[in-house]
């Protein structure tokens, strides 16, 4: 009997580690996660959760729709871990952090109040107000942000915050920086 209640126990706390934060869109070629030490393919369809990892790799790509519509296109060779999701509750209790590894990504806000979004990278901490952001990181010292859709966001790296209010401008840690610090300079044109 003893051990029935221990056994429930574990498998509620894991349940709640696994809190279901969206869905699969799309999933191309070699998409794979890692969740509780557990890796496996992500294929369209399949449910998201907190905490978890995915991964891209080369000529590979997804697209991840959160419980609020946010959404996060990645690009090859990527890598993604998904923080925090909060939605529920009022507007202060909403949160959500992505840390952006390594890789190419488009991150498209959702439902969510506009400062619930931070998104992490290994060069700098990035908040969002209601924009479409593309993302590439390099590597410690190297990113790249621009703002393709939107009013505003801004780039925390070390004690210097840096932002954009135009679209259409971008802004990029150099790969040679002691400490990062991002410049704001003219997004390439698409044609």
Not at 114 to 139: H, N
Request: aromatic share 4%; hydrophobic share 40%; with cysteine.
């Amino acid at each position: 009997m003893l051990f029935a209640i221990i056994v429930a126990l574990a498998a509620g706390q894991a349940a709640r580690a696994q809190q279901n934060i969206g869905s699969t869109a799309e999933a191309h070629n070699n998409v794979s996660r890692e969740l509780s030490g557990a890796a496996a393919a992500l294929n369209p369809g399949d449910s998201v959760f907190r905490d978890e990892i995915v991964r891209t790799g080369a000529e590979s790509t997804a697209k991840l729709v959160f419980l609020d519509s946010t959404n996060l296109a990645i690009g090859p060779t990527s890598r993604v871990t998904l923080d925090v999701f909060v939605y529920s509750g009022g507007v202060s209790a909403q949160k959500m952090t992505v840390n952006l590894a390594k890789g190419l990504f488009r991150f498209t806000t959702g439902a969510l109040d506009k400062r619930a979004y931070v998104i992490s990278t290994p060069t700098a901490s990035i908040g969002v107000r209601g924009t479409v952001l593309d993302i590439g990181v390099q590597g410690p010292q190297q990113m790249r942000v621009t703002l393709a859709v939107g009013r505003r966001w801004s780039a925390r790296s070390g004690p210097g915050s840096h932002s954009s209010s135009k679209c259409g401008t971008a802004a990029k840690a150099p790969a040679d920086a002691a400490s990062a610090s991002i410049s704001i300079m003219p997004a390439k044109r698409r044609r």
